[in-house]
Structures are given as structure tokens and as C-alpha cells.
């Protein structure tokens, strides 16, 4: 049982570990054009089995922020924790996997192979210990009977579903996901956003997402970190409860639509 189906049933209590823990963090850059600071004093904390989302305007850090907890860019000052262990510690222990904008499958790889890829260049070309079965995680995404399927074969959202799939293989404790479902139309993307939160529910990962969408934002996270630009800053990190349950149609209510009114005046976007 996930620790998120164990809370849901009742089985232990609901106050959960923190997983990823951001203290006065800053990220400079530092270029012949002088330094930018990509984000400075920013802190949050994410529990574990936690959904939240990000926004901001276009160059406000997202990317960078998730880099930063990934150890994939060098941090300028303050500290970040994920489950009890710096940043390099816990990319060592391939606690991390990113999902981006462009799904990047390997166009001569059927959909199966394209999902075993992680395990195969996993650590030093050795074996991984902890790994999800390829054909249950097509199941997972609603992608059972394709694993034979070309990529060219799958339209926009059924690649990102193989890409998510490929994610999940080493059983990340923290799904990073970069704008993952921006491409997409809207009908997609809707069907997308249902599907990750019962794939969210299921697996009980971590998750941290950037959507330029307002509503997505609202619809996925307990939370949504909302960032301002130049430096990137906290502007608030908003609680985000429902009363009815999370489907689309939840997005017609009050609620959500006073929840998404505060998103946008956080972004000074009209409403
Ligand atoms: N590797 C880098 N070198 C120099 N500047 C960078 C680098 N990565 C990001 N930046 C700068 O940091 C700021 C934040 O970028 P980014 O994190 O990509 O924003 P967002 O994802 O919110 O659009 C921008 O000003 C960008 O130009
Ligand atoms: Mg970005």
C-alpha cells in the first residue's frame, strides 16, 4: 500500500514527513553580461506525497527552482533539503525524475523500450534495484496495447503519457515536471490532469509542477507556490482545499473559481 492510500484509508495518521524542504534560497548566474539572480529568498516546504504547482510569470525561475532541488544547477546561498539529505545526495539515490514540455522519446524506440530506457543506463550500467514493471506502468497511464507502438505512431498526449510512464520506472520519490502538459490542446490536457491525480494517488510520489495555466494550477495542487519576477521571490504560497471532489466539472464551482480569481491577482492578471 502507497502512503497515500494508506492515509486515505484511515490505516496511519495524515500529518505527513516533509519531503523537500527550501530555505532562503538563492541562484545567481554569473556571465560575461554580468550576474542575473534567478531567484533569491525563496522558501517553502513540500510534505511528502504532496502535490503542488507553480506560477509565474516567463522567467521568474520555475525551471530554475526545480533545477536547484535536483542538483542540476549550483545554489547561491540558503539550503534545500529532500528527505533528510542535501540535494546531491538525494540525486545520487535517484530520488528524482523530470518531466518536460517536449515528451523526448527515442523516435526509433517502440513505447515499451522507450519506458526500460532509465534502467538500462542506470547506475554505471549496473542493474536498478528499485524498479516499477515497464507493461504495469503503460496500465498506470491508459497505455496498455501500445507498448509495440513507434512514438510516431501516438498523438501529443499519448507520448507525454509514455514519458510520465519512463518517469515513473525507478520509483522516484519526486516527480519534477516542467510545464509537461503546455503543448497539448485543451481537451488533452484535461484528460491529463484527471489522469495525473489518480496516478498521483496511486503511487503516493512527491510532486512538484510548472503550468503557465491558472486553472491547471488550482485543479492539481494542495498547494500552488506563486513566484514573482526579477529576482524570482515567494509571492504566496497558497492552501488549496475543495469540498467536492477533484473532476472536472469541480471547476465550475464557486470555489474554484474564487480559488483561481486569487491565483490571478497574485499574477496581476485581469480577471
Ligand atoms: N544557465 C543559465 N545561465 C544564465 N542565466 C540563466 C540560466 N538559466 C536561467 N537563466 C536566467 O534565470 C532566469 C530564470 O529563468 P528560468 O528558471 O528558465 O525561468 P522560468 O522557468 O520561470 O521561465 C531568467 O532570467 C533566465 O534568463
Ligand atoms: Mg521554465
Not at 507525454?160 to 510512464?165: F, T
Not at 515536471?177 to 497539448?184: C, Q, R, S
Not at 495525473?196 to 510532486?207: D, H
Request: proline share 6%.
Amino acid at each position: 500500500m502507497t502512503r497515500a492510500a494508506a492515509v486515505a484509508s484511515g490505516c496511519i495518521e495524515a500529518s505527513p514527513a516533509t519531503a523537500i524542504a527550501v530555505r532562503d534560497l538563492a541562484v545567481r548566474f554569473d556571465g560575461d553580461a554580468g550576474s542575473v539572480t534567478a531567484l533569491d529568498g525563496v522558501g517553502f516546504e513540500v510534505p511528502e506525497a504532496g502535490f503542488v504547482t507553480m506560477l509565474g510569470p516567463s522567467g521568474c525561475g520555475k525551471s530554475t527552482l526545480l533545477r536547484a532541488v535536483a542538483d542540476l544547477v549550483p545554489i547561491s546561498a540558503g539550503s534545500i533539503n529532500v528527505f533528510g539529505r542535501t540535494p546531491e545526495q538525494a540525486r545520487r539515490a535517484r530520488d528524482f525524475a523530470f518531466v518536460f514540455q517536449d515528451a523526448t522519446l527515442l523516435p526509433w524506440r517502440s513505447v515499451i523500450d522507450n519506458v526500460r530506457l532509465p534502467l538500462e543506463v542506470g547506475r554505471r550500467g549496473g542493474a536498478v534495484e528499485q524498479h516499477a514493471e515497464p507493461e504495469e506502468l503503460l496500465a498506470l497511464v491508459g497505455l496498455e496495447g501500445r507498448a509495440d507502438a513507434l512514438p510516431h505512431e501516438l498523438s501529443g498526449g499519448m507520448r507525454q503519457r509514455v514519458s510520465i510512464a519512463r518517469a515513473l520506472v525507478c520509483r522516484p520519490r519526486v516527480l519534477l515536471m516542467d510545464e509537461p502538459f503546455g503543448a497539448l490542446d485543451e481537451i488533452n490536457r484535461d484528460k491529463l490532469n484527471e489522469e495525473l491525480l489518480r496516478i498521483w494517488q496511486e503511487t503516493g510520489t512527491t510532486i512538484m509542477f510548472v503550468t503557465h495555466s491558472v486553472p491547471e494550477a488550482a485543479f492539481l495542487g494542495q498547494k500552488c507556490l506563486v513566484l514573482s519576477a526579477q529576482p524570482g521571490r515567494v509571492r504566496e504560497y497558497v492552501d488549496i482545499s475543495f469540498t467536492s471532489p477533484r473532476a472536472l466539472g469541480m471547476r465550475d464551482t464557486l470555489e474554484f473559481v474564487q480559488v483561481t480569481a486569487h491565483l490571478r491577482s497574485l499574477l496581476e492578471l485581469p480577471r
